[in-house]
């Protein structure tokens, strides 16, 4: 069973940036999709992005432009880079894989 496991979130400032990225341990991800959600205070999760099995990227709309999906399959790992971050941005953010999910990283973006 593929465990996932997220990191990089953090407080900044509107404007900053940040790189999250999420590992798997007991499945490789090479040959699945691996998506991005993030769940707002008060809010549904929502999709963010995903890197399908071939390499190929979709984002929801409002981070189209600011943030950019890649993956690792070598590494393990699948990074979201977040660049011009706004208060809107800030949610608990999640990577899921084959139905698995991580417990999730904070990012909080300050006005």
């Known amino acids: 069973q593929v465990q996932l496991l997220e990191s990089g979130g953090g407080l900044v400032q509107a404007g900053a940036s940040l790189r999250l990225s999420c590992s798997a341990s007991?499945?490789?991800?090479?040959?699945?999709?691996v998506t991005w959600y993030r769940r707002a205070p008060g809010k549904e999760r929502e999709f963010v992005a995903v890197?399908?099995?071939?390499?190929?990227?979709y984002y929801t709309n409002s981070v189209k432009g600011r943030f950019t999906i890649s993956r690792d399959d070598a590494q393990e790992t699948v990074y979201l880079a977040m660049t011009s971050l706004n208060p809107e941005d800030t949610a608990m953010y999640s990577c899921?894989?084959?139905?698995?999910w991580g417990p999730g990283t904070q990012v909080t973006v300050s006005s």
């Open positions: 007991g499945r490789t991800f090479s040959g699945y999709p």
């Open positions: 899921n894989m084959a139905q698995s």
């Open positions: 890197s399908t099995k071939s390499g190929q990227t």
